[in-house]
């Protein structure tokens, strides 16, 4: 029988120099010890019988531990390079948690070109609580530092940026969160630990939307916390049991079930996208290209030292709102909607979608225009995701 997170961590720590793919499909993944079920249970239990008061096998109420959902945290916490993980009911269930573990009168710097529900959460909701935020453009290090105040506790990047797939040295601005004693956040989940590992570049936690590369199949909502200390971990584990925002077991069968081929899907998803990029760089109907992995592109050398691959999320400007809905109007293989990192192409406009939540103003600050198209390229045959953008890009 599972009993608890502890019977598994014996083979997370064999694993450690294991190949990344051998980690997705095993740790954590380990047969059922009572059935022999190469495939992990869902546990779809509310509660646990206990044999006697104050004496149980380590799960007592779903809300706060379950055997499905403990064999996910301990897989993506492998993965990233991290000693625990927790997950909740979505991404942004994972970014509310995390800044939970703050108190009123706490600072924290973000970058200014974040995923448009993170600023919404931010400044909607939570700095009414007493926490303040400040928003600087951690492409440079030096802005960064320059925002750092003696109540900052929390500097959160994210990196490669949404929608403009701006980078952020992770190296230089964990060096310079060390030296302030400042926890150094990094939303990771556009290239997905298969692709970047921020912990390894000195980051304290990782968060990723599972719901997007992880999952990889857009049928389920999560989120995750992923931790460098036991004691980030413990409070994330309380923050799950008294708030309750956790993730069901049939959610985290569905991720562990993902995981198990991210690293091939994330190696055609890189195929596919460096192919779709170099065809939108070229296409006299997009005037301008934001993708990492494009010699043009300013923080080219970056992406090539702080990752080991560009991934598949792109952006490119049409020109204009009409240019987009004309051009969106005609895909067919590319679907019109939110989200990304499924196996099937997804195609965006972020102005009104993601960031809609900006407003005109805000994302004329950071430089998000009505033009601007994203493209989470899919798994399919490259050649058809292209020839479906071309022939769409001829109705502008």
């Known amino acids: 029988m599972l009993t608890a997170e502890s019977e598994h961590s014996n083979a997370g720590m064999n694993s450690k120099k294991q190949g990344f793919a051998t980690r997705a499909i095993h740790v954590g993944q380990e047969a059922d010890a009572e059935t022999g079920a190469i495939t992990v249970p869902i546990y779809a239990t509310s509660t646990y019988v206990q044999q006697e008061i104050g004496k149980h096998k380590g799960y007592e109420y779903a809300r706060v531990s379950n055997p499905t959902r403990t064999r996910l945290e301990e897989n993506l916490a492998s993965l990233e390079g991290g000693v625990a993980s927790r997950v909740f009911a979505s991404g942004m269930a994972a970014i509310n948690a995390l800044c939970t573990m703050y108190k009123s009168g706490d600072h924290v710097v973000c970058g200014d070109n974040l995923y448009g529900g993170v600023p919404r959460l931010f400044n909607q909701i939570l700095a009414g609580y007493g926490i303040e935020f400040s928003y600087v453009d951690t492409s440079h290090a030096r802005n960064v530092q320059r925002a750092i105040r003696k109540s900052t506790r929390m500097v959160y990047v994210e990196t490669p940026t949404n929608p403009l797939m701006t980078l952020s040295d992770l190296h230089a601005i964990s060096d310079i969160c060390r030296s302030k004693k400042v926890d150094l956040v990094v939303d990771n989940t556009f290239m997905s630990p298969y692709f970047q590992r921020p912990i390894a570049q000195g980051a ?76 939108l760089s070229r296409h006299k109907k997009v005037q301008k290209v934001f993708y990492p992995g494009l010699p043009d592109h300013p923080q080219y050398t970056l992406a090539q030292k702080q990752m080991t691959g560009f991934g598949s999320m792109i952006t490119f400007e049409t020109g204009s709102l009409a240019n987009a809905n004309k051009m969106l109007r005609k895909v067919s293989i590319c679907s019109l909607g939110e989200s990304l990192g499924g196996v099937e192409t997804l195609i965006s406009h972020p102005a009104t979608m993601t960031h809609a939540a900006l407003g005109e103003k805000g994302r004329k600050e950071i430089g998000i225009t009505d033009g601007m198209v994203r493209i989470s390229v899919g798994v399919e045959d490259v050649e058809d995701i292209i020839a479906d953008l071309d022939q769409a890009l001829a109705a502008i």
């Open 204 to 279: 304290d936690m990782v968060v990723h939307s599972t719901t997007k590369f992880l999952n990889g199949h857009s049928d389920g909502l999560g989120g995750v916390v992923v931790c460098t200390r036991h004691e980030q971990a413990e409070q994330l584990g309380f923050i799950q049991k008294a708030a309750g925002a956790i993730l069901s077991p049939f959610e985290c069968w569905l991720v562990l079930r993902g995981v198990k081929t991210l690293a091939v899907r994330m190696e055609q998803h890189d195929r596919n996208g460096r192919a779709v990029a170099e065809f």
